[in-house]
Structures are given as structure tokens and as C-alpha cells.
């Protein structure tokens, strides 16, 4: 009689349609990826070695390591990111209702104070950008158009200015930079 000698943690789900989003730690060699309403973290040098955060609510759909490797933010198809620690119990630090709808990708700031999340909502692709550390709960920027104009605080006294798709939006870690995108006009 057949024996089992090891389980592995299942796969990344898949959607028609959608690429599957896996996030690499900066500190170690250990991945994240969304398995319906579940973030697996998986250890690529001992795979038998997964930790499994499950408190979603409704069906995962992108996680990403802060940048000092102490925190994921995660993100599901009702426009929620939870904020939870990494070690051992998965600590909900915070939850943000970001959009009316799915939550496609997000992204840390290199500071780990700011998250800029896309996605959809009310038939509409998004972009927001929103503080969150503890002390802020107001929301920052928001881009309904599919490119804006963006200039640097450095560079916007000299009228220099580029639009860019916002795919490729990038997080400054400036707050100037952030009041800039809230104040274009759709």
C-alpha cells in the first residue's frame, strides 16, 4: 500500500483572463501568492515550510511583502487590504475599504508608510494611494483617468511634466508628490 510522504501547499488559483501575481520577500527567500480566500507564504528553500493566512473575508487577490519584510498587505475582489504581521499568529494591524470592487494590484512605498492599490469599482479602473500607518485614515490621491500628468515637486517649478499609464505609477515617498496627483482634474 501506497504511503504519503509529504504534502506541499496547493498552487496559485487561476482565472481566464488574469495573470497570477506571486510576491518575492526582500529579506528572505520566501514567496506569497493567493489561493482563494488564502495567502500562502511559502519558504522556497524548504517547501514543506508554508504559513497560511486565511482571514479574508471574500477571494484574495494579491499580497506583497513590506518593504523591511514585517508586514503583508493583501487585497480581495470587495476592494478591502488588510494589513497583518508575518510571523507566527498573522496579527491584523489594519483594514482599509479601498474601492467598491476588485483590488488588482498593489504596491508598498519604499518608506512602507504609503500603498498604492488599482483596480476597479462602480465600472471604473482606479488608482489610490493611501497612507497606512496607524495615526492617518484619510485617503490620499485618487486617478480615475488612464494616464495623468505627474511632476515631481523638484521639477514642477520648472513646468516639466510626463503622463504616464498608471500601471507604471510609481510611489515617492513625498507627500508633495501625493498632493500633486489629488489635485488633477478628471
Same mark, same amino acid.
Given at each position: 500500500?501506497?504511503?504519503?510522504?509529504?504534502?506541499?501547499?496547493?498552487?496559485?488559483?487561476?482565472?481566464?483572463? *488574469?495573470?497570477?501575481?506571486?510576491?518575492?520577500?526582500?529579506? !528572505? $527567500?520566501?514567496?506569497?501568492?493567493?489561493?482563494?480566500?488564502?495567502?500562502?507564504?511559502? $519558504?522556497?528553500?524548504?517547501?514543506?515550510?508554508?504559513?497560511?493566512?486565511?482571514?479574508?473575508?471574500?477571494?484574495?487577490?494579491?499580497? &506583497?511583502?513590506? /518593504? $523591511?519584510?514585517?508586514?503583508?498587505?493583501?487585497?480581495?475582489? !470587495?476592494?478591502?487590504?488588510?494589513?497583518?504581521?508575518?510571523? $507566527?499568529?498573522?496579527?491584523?494591524?489594519?483594514?482599509?475599504?479601498?474601492?467598491?470592487? *476588485?483590488?488588482?494590484?498593489?504596491?508598498?512605498?519604499?518608506?512602507?508608510? *504609503?500603498?498604492?492599490? !488599482?483596480?476597479?469599482?462602480?465600472?471604473?479602473?482606479?488608482? *489610490?494611494?493611501?497612507?497606512?500607518?496607524?495615526?492617518?485614515?484619510?485617503?490620499?490621491?485618487?486617478?480615475? &483617468?488612464?494616464?495623468?500628468?505627474?511632476?515631481? /515637486?523638484?521639477?514642477?517649478?520648472?513646468? &516639466? &511634466?510626463?503622463?504616464?499609464?498608471?500601471?507604471?505609477?510609481?510611489?515617492?515617498?513625498?507627500?508633495?508628490?501625493?498632493?500633486?496627483?489629488?489635485?488633477?482634474?478628471?
Amino acid at each position: 500500500m501506497a504511503q504519503l510522504k509529504e504534502t506541499y501547499a496547493c498552487v496559485p488559483s487561476t482565472e481566464r483572463g *488574469r495573470g497570477i501575481l506571486i510576491s518575492g520577500d526582500p529579506k !528572505s $527567500n520566501s514567496i506569497l501568492y493567493c489561493n482563494g480566500r488564502s495567502v500562502i507564504i511559502m $519558504n522556497l528553500d524548504r517547501p514543506l515550510e508554508v504559513s497560511v493566512y486565511a482571514e479574508h473575508a471574500y477571494q484574495a487577490t494579491v499580497a &506583497r511583502f513590506s /518593504p $523591511n519584510s514585517e508586514w503583508v498587505a493583501s487585497a480581495d475582489v !470587495s476592494g478591502s487590504v488588510r494589513i497583518w504581521g508575518t510571523r $507566527n499568529e498573522h496579527v491584523l494591524k489594519k483594514e482599509f475599504r479601498v474601492l467598491s470592487g *476588485r483590488i488588482d494590484d498593489l504596491q508598498w512605498s519604499p518608506d512602507g508608510l *504609503r500603498i498604492v492599490a !488599482s483596480g476597479e469599482g462602480k465600472g471604473k479602473s482606479f488608482v *489610490r494611494a493611501f497612507i497606512c500607518y496607524p495615526a492617518a485614515a484619510a485617503l490620499t490621491a485618487t486617478c480615475k &483617468r488612464p494616464s495623468l500628468p505627474l511632476a515631481p /515637486p523638484s521639477e514642477a517649478a520648472i513646468g &516639466r &511634466r510626463w503622463s504616464l499609464p498608471v500601471v507604471a505609477l510609481c510611489l515617492l515617498p513625498l507627500l508633495s508628490f501625493l498632493s500633486l496627483l489629488s489635485q488633477s482634474k478628471p
